[in-house]
Nanobody, 128 residues
């Protein structure tokens, strides 16, 4: 079974930056793609961003668009989330997810149940 391993979380001040990584143990998602979700204390898990592996197309939640940038390295089966201009509202556990099947660009998978594999999560704390 493919494993997803997140890294890069930590504590940062408001306005700071972090880069999260998610490494897949196999090329399972090369036809589909990967995504980040996050769960803040007392809230439900929410979609953050997704990348379709073929072509590298990306989509973002409105709350992070313009501040977060998603990329991938095909040779390492790794996805990166560059987070800039961080705000206290970005404090959450960030989860990496993988989707095996390809999707069309007009129908991005933003629900948890559309993904096949999940990482264990990495904590991001933004202090005010």
């Amino acid at each position: 079974q493919v494993q997803l391993v997140e890294s890069g979380g930590g504590l940062v001040q408001t306005g700071g930056s972090l880069r999260l990584s998610c490494a897949a143990s196999a090329r399972t998602f090369s036809n589909g793609g990967m995504a980040w979700f996050r769960q803040a204390p007392g809230k439900e898990r929410e979609f953050v961003a997704a990348i379709r592996w073929s072509g590298g197309n990306t989509a973002y939640a409105a709350s992070v668009k313009g501040r977060f940038t998603l990329s991938r390295d095909n040779t390492k089966n790794t996805m990166y989330l560059q987070m800039n201009s961080l705000e206290p509202e970005d404090t959450a556990i960030y989860y990496c997810a993988g989707k095996i099947r390809r999707w069309i660009l007009t129908n991005w998978p933003t629900s948890e149940d559309e993904y096949d594999s999940w990482g264990q999560g990495t904590h991001v704390t933004v202090s005010s």
